[in-house]
């Protein structure tokens, strides 16, 4: 079986090359390239710049680009000199990246799974500029968060986290639009079998296996009691030992109650 391949770098094809390369987490579902082009005489030495869009196609037709495989953006250029063998190198991440490389600060309250997300593509992501990422595949759940706050963690985490609440599935497709979609909602069409594998190779490692993980602290119970008398007019009241697990009672009884300027 004859197999064929094609990459596109900043809207121009090239389907001559020495080798290409996509690597995917299965784990995380992000995918990284690296492709290797004849540099003959320079020729190509002005053509790439960090952050070119770049699609990468792989099928068993000729030409292969109606069979996209891979979209992301370079992240680094390498000129290799063999002898008689000039060549250029670029590598880069799939559009994951982004949702790696950019950090949520914000609660929200009362608020549907899809449209948290949403808010924090539009919110954290896509305010950077340049190749947005689309949500038009963001499936609405029937899950509403009552309270959920994320303090600079990466969007990435943020979306997980979300998507394990309600067993959902998230990726960035070869459009560069989110998908969000209930777990085994999709059918990736494809089949591997004799006809479709070249080569299979399975790699087992312990670098990721953990059977004993040991957690240091210290913890400090007090039962430190402070009295306060209010003047009725929406006193403020400065705690000395800056506590986390406190009760307020008024004429015995607790009052409850919530944390300054958020809902």
Do not use: H
């Given at each position: 079986m004859v197999t064929y391949g094609a990459i596109k770098v900043g809207g121009t094809t090239y389907t001559t090359f020495f080798s290409?390369?996509?690597?995917?987490?299965l784990a995380t579902g992000t995918s990284t390239f690296e492709a290797t082009l004849y540099n003959t005489a320079g020729a190509?030495?002005?053509?790439?710049?960090?952050?070119?869009?770049?699609i990468i196609y792989h099928d068993t037709i000729n030409p292969?680009?109606?069979?996209?495989?891979?979209?992301?953006?370079?992240?680094?250029?390498?000129?290799?000199s063999d002898p008689n063998m000039?060549?250029?190198?670029?590598?880069?991440?799939?559009?994951?990246?982004?949702?790696?490389?950019s950090y949520v600060s914000k609660s929200y309250t009362t608020t549907e799974v899809s449209v948290i997300i949403t808010d924090?593509?539009?919110?954290?992501?896509?305010?950077?500029g340049g190749n947005d990422i689309g949500t038009g595949n963001i499936v609405v759940t029937t899950r509403t968060v009552d309270q959920i706050t994320f303090n600079k963690r990466?969007?990435?985490?943020?979306?997980?986290?979300?998507?394990?609440?309600?067993?959902?599935?998230?990726?960035?497709?070869?459009?560069?639009?989110?998908?969000?979609?209930?777990?085994?909602?999709v059918d990736s069409t494809y089949t591997v079998d004799n006809t479709t594998l070249l080569r299979a190779e399975f790699h087992t490692q312990p670098d990721e296996l953990y059977n004993y993980?040991?957690?240091?602290?210290?913890?400090?119970l007090t039962g430190r009691h402070e009295t306060f008398t209010a003047n009725g007019a929406g006193s403020v009241f400065t705690l000395q030992n800056k506590p986390h697990n406190t009760t307020v009672q008024n004429a015995a009884v607790v009052q409850r109650g919530d944390i300054f300027e958020i809902a």
């Open positions: 290409i390369t996509v690597d995917q987490n190509l030495k002005n053509s790439f710049s960090i952050g070119q869009d770049v292969a680009t109606g069979n996209a495989i891979f979209r992301g953006f370079v992240e680094d250029i390498r000129f290799i000039e060549r250029i190198a670029i590598r880069g991440r799939d559009y994951s990246a982004r949702l790696m490389d924090i593509i539009n919110t954290f992501v896509n305010i950077r990466s969007c990435y985490e943020c979306i997980k986290q979300l998507a394990e609440l309600v067993n959902y599935d998230f990726w960035i497709d070869t459009s560069k639009v989110l998908n969000f979609k209930p777990v085994g909602s993980i040991s957690v240091f602290g210290g913890t400090v």
